[in-house]
């Protein structure tokens, strides 16, 4: 009970402090008064906490967010709460959110017309710097770690995602396709992955954005050279998550050359390719040098949809990528498993209208709890790896990928031919049973771990099968 009297008196003092300032009174100001009474963010937090309140009003945005005081009373004010007032409560189907992201979610819930249009801003970029700006505090960036530790983080990088592939495939291709308003189920989406079934009465642009999931993860996944901060490691990611998906199929893989708009957003991108094309380089850029896998994933999250690189599936792509610093520190990843659309929707807007990131901060906290709590059991359960399919993991894909190519039928015979010199003899027979093993569960839909597209295999399929 003292300490809640204490905390009491500290938000009393603190209200009366702003209320000596008739015309609203900045953070800095505040802190400036109250000396070294409070740490900034015990500050912040004591102020979200008022506003909550409604004890004070905030005003404006950024920089220049002003705090004025509220009359006790509830009637008679010639203040009104602004739109921008925090929410107390976050209401069914949607995550926990702090008063900061509360104040964002007011501002983009309101109707479009309210909202004034706004363009790119470079000051949102030139404002971050890597090796000095952080949007994730060190405290909660600690927490995440401890969260996200995994019984491989001293193996090789992108070990820990490749034990966990196969269900990392279903939960975030389905996970991130829902956030696009595909409507296959969970179960739906694992019978896709594992028998190539698509679900009846589905549009077949929904089974393709699943399949597309897939074979991106995959890339990233089983190479971890791709698992890489790179222009032509995101460019890829487009490619394989827009196949079969644009009005243009030359904009597959490809940074955009027009102008588009955001539905439901009053944010316009920037129009013109050439500075495009130069400010994806530049994000790229930013984002490898940051050193803290969680800051770098969530630096990616906000800043390439900010930034509308590609005409279509950029949210997409930032999603895929934001996993990459995951994958190459055997951290758990981040799977978007259950988080709510509108949330998520909610906090992109606050990033494009306000160059605000605390809503998403939030989301991105609470998908990564969530995410580490349905893969909890499977650390502590791994199967061990096959270390023969790993040590002979290339000419494996080299052999099935021949006989594909050739038409080859998957024979005993035809495999022993194919068996390259990097496998020694004694352990011939032990591989050729792999590569059948390989080919009885041999699909389009997994064919390109192989390297094998599906034209290739349908070939092959028609006529390579049939002689076997």
């Known amino acids: 009970m003292p300490h809640a009297t204490t905390k009491q008196q500290e938000l009393d003092r603190l209200a009366e402090l702003i209320g000596t300032e008739p015309g609203g009174v900045g953070i800095d100001a505040i802190a ?4 070294d009474a409070y740490q900034r963010r015990t500050l912040q937090r004591r102020l979200a906490l008022l506003v909550a309140q409604k004890r004070i009003a905030m005003l404006g945005e950024g920089r220049a967010t002003r705090y004025r005081r509220l009359p006790e009373s509830g009637t008679g ?5 602004t739109a921008q007032t925090p929410l107390q409560a976050p209401t069914q189907d949607y995550v926990p959110i702090s008063a ?5 979610r007011a501002y983009v819930s309101q109707p479009r017309h309210l909202r004034p249009p706004v363009g790119y801003r470079l000051e949102f970029l030139e404002q971050y710097h890597p090796k000095h700006t952080a949007y994730l505090p060190p405290d909660l960036r600690a927490q995440l770690h401890m969260l996200g530790r995994s019984p491989a983080e001293q193996t090789p990088a992108g070990t820990f995602a490749k034990d966990i592939l196969n269900r990392l495939l279903i939960d975030l291709s389905w996970a991130s396709s829902h956030l696009e308003g595909n409507t296959y189920s969970r179960l739906d989406t694992e019978r896709l992955i594992e028998y190539g079934q698509a679900a009846e009465g589905k549009d077949a642009l929904e089974t393709q954005m699943i399949l597309n ?10 190479d971890p050279e791709h698992a890489r901060v790179e222009t032509s490691t995101l460019i890829a990611l487009h490619a394989f998550l827009s196949d079969g998906l644009m009005a243009d ?3 597959v893989g490809r940074l955009r050359r027009r102008a588009v708009e955001i539905g439901g957003s009053v944010y316009l991108p920037m129009a013109l390719p050439q500075r495009l094309e130069e400010l994806f380089g530049i994000v790229v850029q930013m984002a490898a040098e940051i050193a803290d896998p969680f800051e770098q994933a969530f630096f990616l999250m906000v800043h390439l949809p900010y930034l509308q690189p590609f005409e279509d599936v950029n949210k997409r792509v930032s999603r895929l990528a934001a996993n990459i610093p995951f994958i190459r520190h055997n951290l758990c990843p981040l799977s978007f498993i259950d988080v709510p659309q509108q949330a998520y929707v909610d906090a992109m807007l606050g990033v494009y209208e306000l160059n605000r990131v605390e809503l998403l901060r939030d989301v991105f906290v609470w998908a990564y709890e969530r995410s580490c ?7 502590h359960n791994l199967v061990p790896p096959d270390i023969f399919r790993l040590r002979h993991r290339q000419a ?9 190519r050739r038409g080859e039928a998957a024979t005993e015979y035809v495999v022993k031919s194919k068996i390259p010199s990097t496998v020694p003899l004694s352990e011939h027979n032990h591989f050729v049973q792999l590569v059948l093993a390989e080919f009885d569960a041999l699909h389009v839909g997994n064919a390109v771990r192989f390297g ?6 349908s070939a092959w399929q028609n006529h390579g099968r049939s002689g076997a």
Do not use: N
């Not at 494996?396 to 594909?404: Q, R």
């Open 32 to 35: 400036q008064k109250l000396g």
């Open 373 to 379: 709590q349905q893969y909890v059991a499977v650390k």
């Open 396 to 404: 494996l894909a080299l052999v099935i990928a021949t006989i594909v």
């Open 452 to 457: 094998i597209r599906p034209l290739e295999f």
């Open 100 to 104: 900061e992201g509360a104040d964002i």
């Open 249 to 251: 199929p030359a904009a």
């Open 213 to 222: 999931h897939k074979q991106a993860i995959e890339y990233l996944v089983l």
């Open 77 to 81: 004010t010639d203040i009104p709460v």
